[in-house]
């Protein structure tokens, strides 16, 4: 048993707070925008440059000067605001945005992410990835915790190119929760997925962790 | 007439470009390209030139039209995904990419247009990004430091932008999130051509609103007709119609 992309989106919804604006990646971070709870005011921003991302279009009412960064047609809302790129990111590198949660290829206990590239294959671009978990505050991650072969995502070191160094605050995979500690203190291992034993998770994750359910 | 405008994109690029010279052109993925100047650059057939913006168009679309000619021999972009010419050039090696993150190449376009020749930046500190750059630390208000790596600005022979109106001066209005780029790019061209849905005379963009003064904008063309293809087409399903009965 191990939690499917919907529960990962869920679990990442829990990191949201009344009053944030947030900064949700590609995949399954873009889930957690339909998980919003109720009475809450959460303010998602697309780093392309825009404040107050509305749902998608009714179909015909789409507007291609409209899109996130994801480059799909959205709609605006009442509060929403327009800058440019430089402002946009100028929020993100000022620590403006309190929180993102972006995918994962590999994560290291030190909290170093790697996400953007693989040697030898084309590389299509960082994108504004770097620049989110170096300036926003709060990062969190969300990933499958093994590549398909099996092998743990979840390292002592990330061995593809960093995106960032030491920024990792929280880590959700499919079997658990992490609490990283970006200055080098350790993790904590806080949540298990429904139906992963600890003997399980420990037998698949290379990153070593202290246990604190 | 404004002195400033061109009767269409062939006219406003005439005379000004070259071989081996930069360009840089607004858009995010295609969402505010320039794309009647990006045509008229390709039927210029200038060479060799070094590309700088967000990407660099899509199949078929955008800059892969002045790619597809041949015309690029380098490119700084933060995402260039969904391109196959540029993917196999760039792996045969016969095209350039230095990939910046995006906050990094946004800033490096706004200092190189407001005369900042470098500025020091966490974003990419211990990553390849910071290779052979200068890195040094700076105190966080607690008093812990950090470390930053420095990154230069960029100017453009050439800049092409898309806004959505302009007056006869040059005063520019983006619409929605096809701004972008656009209003850093038009401040680091030497010569700088914007191109618009519509042209208004003075007095009527209201001066509170202008996003781009017209001082960043040397030559303006209204697109004969725009496209605006999408990448993405992304809707969700109409709730059910009531029953009127």
């Known amino acids: 048993m191990a939690w499917n992309r919907d529960q990962m989106a869920a679990r990442a919804a829990k990191e949201l707070r009344d009053g944030y604006y947030v900064n949700l990646g590609i995949g399954i971070p873009t889930l957690v925008a339909n998980m919003i709870p109720e009475g809450m005011t959460v303010t998602l921003q697309s780093e392309n440059g825009m404040l107050g991302m509305g749902p998608f279009p009714f179909e015909g009412e789409e507007d291609a000067d409209l899109i996130n960064a994801g480059k799909q047609t959205i709609t605006e809302l009442p509060q929403t605001s327009y800058f440019s790129s430089a402002d946009s990111f100028g929020m993100i590198r000022g620590g403006h945005i309190q929180l993102s949660i972006l995918g994962g290829m590999q994560v290291d206990e030190k909290g170093d992410l790697a996400n953007w590239m693989v040697p030898g294959k084309m590389i299509k671009g960082m994108g504004g990835a770097m620049d989110l978990v170096a300036g926003v505050p709060r990062v969190v991650v969300v990933m499958d915790h093994r590549e398909k072969g099996g092998d743990s995502k979840f390292l002592k070191e990330c061995t593809l190119p960093l995106t960032g160094k030491g920024v990792v605050d929280l880590l959700i995979t499919d079997l658990a929760v992490f609490e990283i500690d970006r200055r080098g203190g350790g993790v904590k291992l806080t949540e298990l997925a429904d139906g992963v034993t600890l003997d399980e998770l420990r037998a698949c994750t290379e990153a070593s962790f202290t246990v604190a359910l | 007439m404004s002195r400033k405008i061109y009767p269409d994109a062939a006219s406003a690029l005439a005379g000004i470009t070259f071989d081996g010279m930069t360009v840089m052109s607004g858009g995010f993925g295609l969402s505010g390209i320039p794309e009647n100047l990006i045509v008229a650059l390709r039927d210029s057939g200038a060479k060799n030139l070094t590309v700088i913006g967000n990407n660099v168009g899509c199949d078929h679309h955008g800059m892969w039209l002045v790619l597809a000619n041949n015309q690029i021999k380098k490119v700084l972009a933060s995402y260039v995904g969904e391109n196959k010419i540029l993917e ?152 059910a119609a009531q029953e009127n009965n």
């Not at chain 2, 470098?118 to 040094?136: D, L, P, Q, S």
């Open chain 2, 88 to 239: 196999s050039r760039y792996m045969s090696g016969e095209i350039e990419i230095e990939f910046n993150p995006q906050g990094t190449l946004a800033e490096r376009i706004r200092a190189g247009g407001a005369g900042i020749p470098a500025f020091y930046t966490r974003t990419g500190y211990g990553t390849r990004v910071a290779e052979g750059k200068e890195t040094r630390q700076f105190p966080n208000p607690d008093g812990t430091l950090d470390w930053y790596v420095m990154e230069t600005g960029l100017v453009a022979d050439i800049s092409l932008v898309k806004a959505w109106k302009a007056d006869t001066e040059g005063n520019l209005v983006y619409r929605k999130t096809a701004r972008n780029f656009n209003p850093m790019i038009a401040t680091a061209g030497r010569i700088t051509i914007a191109e618009v849905e519509e042209i208004v005379q003075p007095g009527e963009l209201d001066p509170n609103q202008i996003h781009t003064p017209g001082i960043f904008v040397q030559r303006l063309i209204k697109g004969p007709s725009y496209v605006k293809h999408i990448e993405r087409l992304t809707t969700r399903p109409r709730p």
